[in-house]
């Protein structure tokens, strides 16, 4: 997840040692969310040229008193924009069986793995205003504050939208979400 080589000349020395450390230090992030937006292999595509273009508009990102928002809402851009621009595939036959048993409920002594499988299944199937709360705060651990300004919403719109999410999720999986 480097930054293409063209785009390094145009940073000095101590302006890439600090996109490096966002790299590290939020390219896990970033990535974990995308995937939940957009396909796997896709998303590390998005993650790349969030950072190309973090380094190309540097002075921006570090003027930016949260460099992770700043980064989330490029990663956000770049999804909805990949997303506007393909037309719509129909699910294939193993996400519709997941789906099914999803809904069947959970029979006793799931290994964590399949809890955790069904999990992701269900949360990929909420609505996306709903989805991308549930990712910005379990996943890439945002607060309420911050994830209502990213998304531009008041914070009780989020606080409901989370609230309605884990009702979903509740519904869908039963036994498994329960505490």
Sequence with gaps: MGVRSG?????????????EGLVAEFGPRLLAYTRHLTSPQDAED???EVFC????????????ARPDLYLLTAARNLCRDGLRRRR?????????????????????GLTRDETRRRLRAA??????????VVV?????????????????????TAL?????AIGCLRERLGRLYEH
């Design 7 to 19: 785009l390094r000349g145009r940073l000095d020395a101590d302006e890439r040692a600090e996109l």
């Design 46 to 48: 998005v993650v790349a």
């Design 53 to 64: 273009r973090a380094a190309q508009n540097f002075g921006a990102l570090r003027r930016s």
């Design 88 to 108: 719509p595939q129909p699910l294939p036959p193993e996400r519709i069986d997941q789906s099914a048993s999803a809904r069947d409920g959970p029979p006793a």
């Design 123 to 132: 949360v990929a199937e909420l609505p996306a205003p709903l989805r991308e």
């Design 136 to 156: 910005l705060r379990l996943t890439v651990g945002l607060r309420f504050e911050d994830i209502a300004g990213l998304l531009g919403l008041p914070l009780g």
């Design 160 to 164: 409901s939208r989370m609230h309605t």
